[in-house]
């Protein structure tokens, strides 16, 4: 006799015959998942594929109740939807009100809410932000778009591409990035005053290699002259795995606008973040509010923006790594998913991880001879501790000022935090 598994189901639900294993309910995994809801924007099935994979055992209706005694609802309630709906509003206003998401699209926007923890559907806070922001809807849909062949690369870590943005070099103030070329993901990212100088591009490699413990096998980047310590290292560590490897095996020079990975994401930087700032810093200088010559002007623009800008910057990339890139029906052969999850949990079993372990004695020796080197420092410390008093005199709010100048998100394992710091009662409305 044949039937469908859910026929059989079906059957069992109305005989009375159901089976429940115990659900697995730890401080640890409550907190576990309540991170890769937040910091992952994961769904149900990621979640339950991640968990496994870390050698939790929950099955799907156990990961549904957990959500559901965490507070961590995907749906509003129809009788709960017009409250629900004005503090959606509020919400989107106060961040409007911040221009911090005046260029985001409707896959960042949902990656930004979330990242601050709060339950709100793509369409629902879409919705909102035309309503509060058409100006600005209309003015993404208008931005050209530049199309590109496929990009083929087999999987993590095989390939980083990295270089710097040059648009705020006017103003004394840098960012250099790397970013994976399979998963797009984003490894690193540095803002502050050096970013164009070889020895910078190295201590931003080894801090990368130090917290996450892996290094890609190829590195692509244009022939600058921040480039060649950083070079040199990358083919010393190929070295220690492969000991015959020649230099063009492990390290591909070309131009910029031929490295397609990073200038692909300036673009996504720029769009969404950096034209407010280019913006603004432009009104100053045609005002004369800023010169570049002017010794005073460069500090004081360093000691109140670059706090800022090392936050905004670092959330930006911290939400595109969590954002959902979609299918393209014009090249097949992208890859599409969350970057994070691309990198760190490649769900395709045909794709393998290419990353290496840095050699321990060889990334010592390199830390301990840039040691000296501090990448958060942006001016001398007397200069900004004056700085520092100067503001808070003046009644300007600062921020925090402890904010690492390289950012590297991680696999959000280190996120420990009691529930109560993830769910909020006007979250669970959304």
Not at 1 to 26: H, N, Y
Not at 282 to 307: M, W
Request: glycine share 6%; aromatic share 12%; charged share 25%.
């Amino acid at each position: 006799m044949k039937t469908s598994a859910r026929t059989v189901r079906r059957r069992l639900k109305e005989w009375g015959c159901t089976q429940r294993f115990p659900i697995p309910d730890t401080p640890q995994l409550r907190a576990r998942i309540s991170a890769l809801f937040f910091e992952y924007c994961a769904s149900d099935k990621e979640i339950i594929y991640i968990l496994e994979k870390e050698g939790y055992q929950i099955s799907s209706y156990g990961l549904s109740v957990l959500r559901a005694r965490l507070g961590l609802t995907r749906r509003v309630s129809r009788f709960n939807r017009e409250e629900a709906d004005e503090r959606l509003l509020n919400i989107v206003q106060k961040e409007l009100d911040k221009g911090a998401i005046e260029g985001y699209g409707r896959g960042y926007l949902y990656s930004h809410f979330r990242n601050q923890m709060h339950c709100i559907s793509r369409d629902r806070l879409f919705a909102a932000v035309k309503q509060l922001d058409p100006d600005g809807v209309y003015r993404r849909a208008n931005d050209l778009q530049r199309h590109r062949g496929e990009y083929i690369v087999p999987g993590p870590n095989w390939l980083w591409s990295i270089d710097g943005h040059c648009k705020l070099n006017f103003y004394g103030i840098e960012i250099y990035a790397a970013i994976d070329a399979y998963s797009r993901y984003i490894t690193w990212i540095y803002i502050g005053i050096s970013g164009r100088t070889a020895i910078s591009i190295l201590v931003q490699f080894l801090t990368t290699l130090q917290k996450e413990g892996v290094h890609p096998q190829r590195i692509r980047s244009d022939r600058g002259t921040e480039t060649p310590l950083l070079a040199a290292a990358q083919h010393a560590f190929m070295k220690r795995h492969v000991a015959d490897i020649s230099f063009r095996d492990c390290y591909w020079y070309g131009t910029s606008t031929a490295n397609q990975r990073i200038e692909s994401w300036w673009g996504q930087l720029t769009g969404g973040l950096l034209f407010r700032w280019r913006d603004y810093f432009q009104r100053l200088h045609s005002e004369h509010l800023f010169e570049p010559d002017n010794l005073a002007d460069k500090i004081a623009l360093l000691a109140i923006y670059i706090p800022i800008l090392r936050q905004e910057v670092q959330a930006f990339a911290r939400m595109w790594n969590m954002h959902t890139i979609r299918k393209q029906p014009n090249r097949p052969n992208a890859v599409h998913g969350k970057p994070i999850m691309l990198y760190f949990y490649p769900q395709d079993p045909c794709i393998q991880n290419y990353g290496l372990k840095p050699d321990p004695q060889l990334l010592q020796e390199l830390t301990d001879q840039t040691a000296s080197y501090d990448l958060n420092e942006y001016l001398p410390s007397e200069t900004k501790n004056w700085c520092n008093e100067k503001l808070t005199a003046f009644g300007h709010r600062r921020e925090p000022d402890d904010i690492d100048s390289v950012d590297i998100t991680g696999d959000g394992k280190d996120i420990a935090a009691d529930d109560n710091n993830f769910i909020g009662d006007l979250d669970s409305q959304f």
